[in-house]
């Protein structure tokens, strides 16, 4: 069994799948892309301990889940090349900002996927394909009709709604902005390599990138970011990572304005109701209202993110980073 390829169980139109596949392309670790339809589902259901994508299964006969995990794992067994840079403020801010693209990063992506019409049918045919393959014409549609309903039910999943969207939108379009003057002189968010926060962030934008309303408006604002969104399909090593110097002036915006001011405060509040068993939040992010219902995973995460902050053994360099982007106090 050891001979064998690890085998990747996901869907295109999962940012988290994406995310494992594009991991594993840039190490060369062999590897089969299966997606997750019917015909996989008694296979899939074997190893997952949960109902959730991507699956990897190892050579070993075992199966992984949950992207970050996935990644964390699979880099200690193929450390080489590192997704992690040497200098200890880019390092950590990559794992904020892969964090950051996992939860709010999802916002975005789920939130633009199902709020207008032209975008909630095309990801609804695209899914329909997956889910009833051969299927077309009408009976494409009536597959697709069902999925739209359900997923437009689903967005309150990540905070999305009619009071959010003012938010959720006004970020997404702020982050646009400072990716694309930071990627506009290197191929990737920390040099001229990938790094830990290029996989987290990329899957969710690649995904938006496919969808009509955020696809345009990546190809007319950004175009260095639809660059990057292709190279991180097959990423490979240009070059070294840069040290946070060369870095800040571009992407301390990002760290200030989407992470301090929106990311952080609201895993906190998130967190904190779920820790007193509300069934909504509030929270003010930046001055404007933010309203959801709690997410479970992510305290978890949050609390995994303060763990690393605490372990960190650098922090005479990093606090007064974080401190002067606001993301200090939400991670002691």
């Known amino acids: ?22 991991y594993f392309r840039y190490k060369e670790i062999p590897h089969e892309w299966i997606v997750r339809g019917p015909a ?16 990897v299964v190892t050579p070993e006969d075992t199966g992984l889940q949950d992207s970050t ?20 403020v ?20 789920f939130h633009f996927r199902w709020a207008r019409e032209v975008d909630q049918w095309s990801a609804a045919r695209r899914l329909g ?25 689903r967005v309150w999943f990540v905070g999305s709604s009619t009071e959010t969207a003012p938010i959720i939108e006004r970020t997404f379009v702020r982050g646009l902005e400072i990716l694309g003057e930071h990627l506009a002189n290197r191929p990737y968010l920390f040099g001229s390599r990938p790094a830990f926060g290029d996989f987290g962030l990329w899957g969710q934008l690649y995904n938006a990138w496919t ?3 955020c696809g345009e408006l990546i190809r007319n604002q950004a175009p260095s970011i639809e660059a990057w969104v292709e190279r991180m399909l097959t990423p490979k090593i240009e070059g070294e990572f840069e040290d946070w110097d060369a870095l800040s002036p571009t992407l301390t915006p990002f760290l200030q304005e989407l992470i301090g001011a929106h990311f952080l405060p609201w895993s906190d509040a998130n967190a904190k109701a779920l820790a007193s068993h509300q069934e909504h939040f509030q929270v003010e992010l930046a001055g404007q209202s933010y309203e959801q219902k709690p997410q479970k995973y992510h305290a978890r995460s949050l609390s995994k993110l303060r763990q690393s902050y605490a372990e960190f053994p650098e922090k005479d360099v990093l606090n007064p980073v974080l401190e002067g982007s606001g993301c200090l106090a939400w991670l002691s």
């Open 40 to 55: 996989e589902m008694e296979t899939f259901q074997r190893y997952a301990k949960l109902p959730l994508i991507p699956l």
């Open 90 to 109: 880019s390092r950590f801010v990559s794992t904020l900002i892969e964090e950051f693209g996992d939860e709010w990063g999802n916002k975005w992506m």
């Open 129 to 153: 394909t997956i889910m009833a393959p051969g299927v077309s014409g009408d009976a494409l549609e009536a597959v697709a009709g069902g999925i739209r309903d359900r997923m437009v039910d």
């Open 1 to 22: 069994m050891e001979n064998q390829p690890y085998r990747i169980f996901g869907v295109e139109l999962s940012p988290y799948s994406v995310k494992v596949r594009s």
């Open 69 to 88: 995990p996935i990644i964390e794992e699979m880099e200690k067994r193929f450390p080489e090349p590192s997704i992690h840079p040497i200098d200890p």
């Open 211 to 213: 969808d009509p309303t």
